[in-house]
């Protein structure tokens, strides 16, 4: 069995899903900004209500933010290794050239 891998799209992958992680983190972060500006301007059961759905709202940004970071950072580390490894294996076989 053969497998295959771009090395290049790999690194544009990883560099892209971690652009896409910092896009989302500074876009749930004004979110956060905006609702907790509003904040003040609720009342009784409707502030409670808000705070408890932007309670949950943050916890769910925080956890997509982690994930995306976790899964740029394995694009990342399998670009690493891969490379590392198509060298190391390219040297092998231009060793076995010199032999007589």
Same mark, same amino acid.
């Given at each position: 069995? !053969? +497998?295959?891998? &771009?090395?290049?799209?790999? @690194?544009? !992958? /990883? @560099?892209?899903?971690?652009?896409?992680? $910092? &896009?989302?983190?500074?876009?749930?972060? =004004?979110? &956060?900004? *905006?609702? $907790?500006? /509003? =904040?003040?301007? +609720?009342?009784? *059961? #409707?502030?409670?209500?808000?705070?408890?759905?932007?309670?949950? +709202? !943050?916890?769910? #940004?925080?956890?997509? @933010?982690?994930?995306?970071? $976790?899964?740029?950072? &394995?694009?990342?580390?399998?670009? *690493? @290794?891969?490379?590392?490894?198509?060298?190391? *294996?390219?040297?092998?076989?231009? $060793?076995? #050239?010199?032999?007589?």
């Amino acid at each position: 069995m !053969s +497998w295959f891998a &771009d090395l290049e799209a790999l @690194v544009a !992958s /990883a @560099v892209t899903a971690t652009g896409h992680g $910092e &896009d989302l983190a500074a876009a749930h972060l =004004a979110a &956060d900004g *905006r609702i $907790e500006a /509003a =904040a003040p301007g +609720w009342t009784g *059961r #409707s502030a409670a209500a808000l705070a408890q759905r932007a309670a949950h +709202w !943050s916890a769910a #940004s925080t956890a997509l @933010v982690t994930r995306i970071g $976790e899964h740029a950072q &394995d694009l990342h580390t399998c670009a *690493r @290794v891969y490379g590392s490894t198509e060298e190391q *294996r390219a040297s092998a076989l231009a $060793e076995l #050239s010199n032999l007589p």
